[in-house]
């Protein structure tokens, strides 16, 4: 079964078995008009015995794939780009297509495609590591990222590590791998408009892990709103308060080279990571002081 892939079935009985298997090499047109019919459908809306029939056409579909990876690649990519697609299929055909191919350009395809794709048809773990992947290999994931802003209880368990990460968390993994300069400002510009809490609180979150003046000013700017919701401003106060470690302020070592080594250690998906981006976080804060200081 392939890497990430949410398994899912619909019994469809206008697409046979044979639909997919009728031409060695689908043209666009073709593969275009599969993609319609084999993915036009919301996983929650079908039975378990349908889950499994969709699951074994998809996987015809993915077998084709990976025997003429020249074939579909570009088929794939066309498709990825047409976002008035199915959602599940920029979904799964992003994961088809990451699969066949190492292409740098091919990430950002499919970072774009993301913020299309309905939550409500996916596993939380399977987008998780899908965005997450493409944060560790430098690719702007922040609106990727947002989209899981909708759903206030988005969560991921990591079975291997007996932790369960929920939205705010997983927000940071998403976004903090990528140059930060790709979601900063956005995150900025969200928190002014999000309403929801949960939201409100991942936003302040990051914002916190950023360190930056910016980052400071828009957190500050939320806990005086008056306007916003009180648990939301209470947590934006009890970020301000937080302090920098004081004696790894005096450690080697810059801010930046700080930020690289707290990016890097984002790559991995533990509670150990986690606790060292703290740790890497507080130095920072602290440098950052020290840096005021010195003006």
Known sequence: MRKLRLVVAFTLSLVPVTLLGQQSAPGAVDFHDQIQKLYGFHPADVTAAERTEKSNLMDALWNKAKVQPTVYVP???????????????????????????????DGKIVSAALPHVDLRDTQPSGYFYLVHELASAGVDTTD??????????????????AMALAQTDCLVFMLLPTNQTFWLQPAIERLKKESDPTAQQSLLFVLWYAQTAASDKAIADFANDAAKPAASTKFANELMKRKGDAKSAKMTGTEESLRRARAERMKAVSDEAMDDV??????????????????
């Open 144 to 161: 990727a990222a947002f989209n899981i802003l909708s759903e206030p209880k988005f969560k991921v368990f990591v079975p291997e590590h």
């Open 75 to 105: 088929l794939l990519r066309r498709e990825v780009q047409d976002f008035s697609n199915p959602p599940f299929f920029l979904f799964d055909g992003s994961q088809l297509l990451l699969s066949l191919s190492k292409d740098p350009a």
């Open 278 to 295: 703290d740790s890497y976080t507080l130095q920072i804060m602290a440098k950052r002081k020290v840096a005021e200081k010195e003006r």
